[in-house]
């Protein structure tokens, strides 16, 4: 139990154009999701957390135009790259919290994202 | 703010020797802790966790212990197998304005295991 999943798992986009990644919790509903962006040999850094049916809370420094969260359910979240360019590259990982147990956090295997 | 700060990899290590990855922290308040394990391939999965000073957390034969006057967290492990290989992170948790949990996480450390 417990599976979060990610799509896609990895994709190359040209500078300019938006990317979508979804975030799905396959076997539990989440309340509440979150966004992580690591760069390489570097800690994740949470970008936003998002809870189903309300805006996302963005981090200190984290472009909320940029990087659009939508949490339009208890198992899907998404976030989309808006005009993508190379220093957007990285891996993005998803997480979530069980309805009612937000001490405990499970994470998708992430998502690479190149931009040429 | 809250940080974290482990020892940094690469960690190599014969099968059954003894692991030691420091985890150190700098918080606020009292926060959980927390040391989640990531395999090739997958995502993060959570190894174990205390809540309190003293607590000890175990799982699959790693043990960590919350010194809150050392401010730390150490991971430890008896006798390491090939199958541990992965890359171990250690965070804390704090509360957000909106009241859920957020993460905050060291940079990892990668564990090698050979036979």
């Known amino acids: 139990g417990a599976v979060v999943s990610q799509h896609p798992s990895w994709v190359i986009c040209k500078s300019g154009t938006s990317v979508k990644i979804e975030c799905r919790s396959l076997?539990?509903?989440?309340?509440?999701m979150f966004w992580y962006r690591q760069f390489p040999k570097q800690s994740l850094m949470l970008m936003a957390t998002?809870?189903?049916?309300?805006?996302?809370?963005?981090e200190q420094g984290v472009e909320k135009d940029k990087f659009l969260i939508n949490h339009a359910s208890l198992t899907l979240s998404t976030l989309t790259v808006t005009s993508a360019h190379p220093e957007d590259s990285s891996f993005y990982i998803c997480?979530?919290?069980?309805?009612?147990?937000?001490?405990?956090?499970?994470f998708g295997p992430g998502t690479r994202l190149t931009v040429l | 703010g809250n940080s974290v700060t482990q020892m940094e990899g690469p960690v190599t290590l014969s099968e059954e020797a003894f692991l030691t990855i420091n985890c150190t922290y700098t918080?606020?308040?009292?926060?959980?802790l927390f040391w989640y394990v990531q395999y090739p391939g997958e995502g993060l999965q959570l190894l174990l966790k205390?809540?309190?000073?003293?607590d000890k957390g175990s799982n699959k034969g790693f043990e960590a212990t919350y010194r809150k006057e050392t401010t730390s967290f150490h991971l430890e492990k008896g006798s390491v197998q090939v199958s541990d290989s992965a890359v171990y992170f250690c965070?804390?948790?704090?509360?957000?304005?909106?009241?859920?949990?957020?993460?905050?996480f060291g940079k990892g450390t990668k564990l090698t295991v050979n036979p």
């Open positions: 076997d539990f509903q989440a309340t509440t």
């Open positions: 205390a809540t309190k000073a003293d």
């Open positions: 998002s809870n189903e049916g309300s805006k996302a809370t963005y």
């Open positions: 965070a804390l948790s704090e509360l957000t304005q909106g009241g859920s949990e957020k993460l905050v």
């Open positions: 997480s979530a919290s069980r309805q009612g147990y937000t001490d405990t956090q499970y």
């Open positions: 918080a606020t308040g009292y926060p959980s």
